[in-house]
């Protein structure tokens, strides 16, 4: 199988693998983002809509591969097309299955726990790991300064799906650090966004170191994906590596929520049914919390009625900015 | 290592937010599980936590302040002060003596037996003494 037809392949497969998933990634009580009582999932009701979900995500998912296969070679956009349908109807799904549960489902008393203490909250160990991608940027940086002359006037700095080149950039400052300068970017937005997670969460959110590792992955990938781009004149890292890497943060991801909720036991979430607007989005003016812990199990969403979730939002838009203003 | 203190607060409850906090910040000042010179979590953190707005934090804070229980002051949050008893009046025995009234009708009316409701009422007083 050639790369052009295997890469969006196995995004899409990852991406099926996901959805498919989701009833799974939250606690027995929680089911399409509706509270429900412990036992509803092996009720007939909760069997079946777990079955209409999983069912309606497996034929997307199967109907997409099939127009990839056939149509590939004729259509550049058929797997952006073919993943994009699957997810919009997935969500769709589940959308449904939260409006057809609503009926039974119940509302944990809403009890909340303050510890009266006024240490700091330290942030784990590993959170210093975060700040070695900018090492690795700036270590780049200074590779390429010391071998200025050695950089071809003219190299690749963007690939397609088969690896070969069609973007390039000349031996200028921007041509040379711009890579180094939009990871620099991405890393310290990852960065500075998993210490908002941490710090604009209850501290009762199991999910807050996970979360919190995973962005520092995230980091890493970024960081050495940059680094490789700008430093392709001298070093290579091996093609497999950073989507390597991607995929077993997102599998790892899976199989630890799976894990987890499974077996948790601890107070179920005492947010207002009333303020999640399909299972997905939570909005509630009148909790000051900026992150919540999503009802569908795959981390925080931002609690939409907290007027800095517009800031949060936005920032990526200065990522963006910055690439056109540093664009080769 | 020693845990802090901890106050819970059920919104659905009836009872407003901030007598709730007020009244479970009370229990561990008088418990004195909350000794002077603590410092309060900011009105930010702890609104957060509990899910309510900072008005309704800094409002529990200003009647636990108004008692004589902290001391506020702006840019230092909320402190734990040394506080004299005070005398109660015949007035507040009067007024005490209703809402336990109430209280245990509350409790009876729930179906807990009048001797349980004496055992909860002595230990809680002896947990005040201690």
Redesign the interface.
């Known amino acids: 199988m050639n790369m052009i037809l295997m890469v969006p392949l196995v995004a899409h497969l990852l991406m099926s693998l996901a959805l498919f998933s989701i009833p799974y990634l939250t606690r027995r009580e929680i089911l399409f983002g509706v509270v429900l009582p412990a036992d509803f999932r092996s009720r007939r009701e909760g069997r079946r809509a777990i079955r209409v979900f999983q069912t309606t995500v497996a034929m997307s998912a199967i109907s997409g591969l099939f127009f990839m296969v056939l149509l590939r070679s004729r259509f550049d956009a058929v797997p952006i097309f073919a993943s994009g349908v699957m997810m919009v109807l997935g969500f769709s799904a589940f959308v449904m299955q939260n409006r057809k549960l609503r009926a039974f489902a119940i509302q944990p008393r809403p009890v909340r726990e303050l510890e009266l203490s006024t240490e700091p909250e330290r942030l784990p160990r590993f959170v210093w790991l975060g700040l070695v991608p900018l090492v690795i940027l700036a270590a780049s940086a200074f590779y390429l300064g010391a071998h200025w002359d050695d950089i071809p006037e003219r190299r690749p700095v963007q690939w397609d799906v088969t690896g070969q080149p069609n973007g390039w950039a000349d031996r200028t400052p921007e041509g040379v650090y711009g890579p180094l300068v939009f990871g620099t970017g991405m890393t310290l937005w990852l960065f500075a966004f998993s210490l908002v997670i941490w710090y604009g969460s209850r501290r009762s959110e199991p999910l807050r170191r996970p979360v919190l590792g995973v962005f520092i992955a995230l980091e890493w990938v970024a960081a050495l994906m940059m680094a490789d781009v700008a430093m392709r004149a001298f070093i290579r890292l091996p093609l497999a590596l950073l989507p390597g890497i991607l995929i077993a943060v997102i599998l790892a991801s899976i199989a630890y929520l799976i894990k987890t909720n499974r077996n948790s036991r601890g107070p179920l979430d005492a947010t207002p049914n009333e303020c999640w607007k399909g299972g997905i989005i939570y909005y509630n003016p009148g909790d000051p919390v900026l992150f919540v812990g999503r009802r569908d199990g795959a981390g925080f969403t931002l609690n939409m009625g907290n007027p800095w979730s517009w800031v949060v939002i936005g920032s990526p838009l200065l990522i963006t900015l910055t690439t056109f203003l540093i664009r080769p | 290592m020693k845990?802090?203190?901890?106050?819970?607060?059920?919104?659905?409850s009836g009872i407003p937010a901030t007598r709730q906090i007020a009244d479970a910040?009370r229990v561990?000042l008088v418990e004195g599980?909350?000794r002077p010179g603590?410092?309060?979590?900011?009105v930010?953190r702890?609104?957060?936590?509990?899910?309510?707005?900072?008005n309704t934090v800094a409002e529990a804070y200003r009647v636990l302040a108004a008692e004589g229980w902290l001391d506020l002051r702006h840019g230092r949050?909320a402190r734990v002060v040394d506080r004299e008893p005070r005398a109660a009046s015949r007035t507040d025995i009067a007024d005490y003596r209703r809402r336990l009234r109430e209280l245990i009708s509350q409790m009876r009316a729930r179906g807990v037996p009048p001797g349980k409701i004496a055992d909860e009422l002595r230990s809680s007083a002896e947990g005040l003494e201690s």
């Open positions: 845990s802090s203190p901890r106050i819970h607060i059920d919104i659905d910040l561990q599980a909350l603590t410092q309060l979590p900011s930010r702890a609104a957060m936590e509990l899910g309510v707005h900072f949050g």
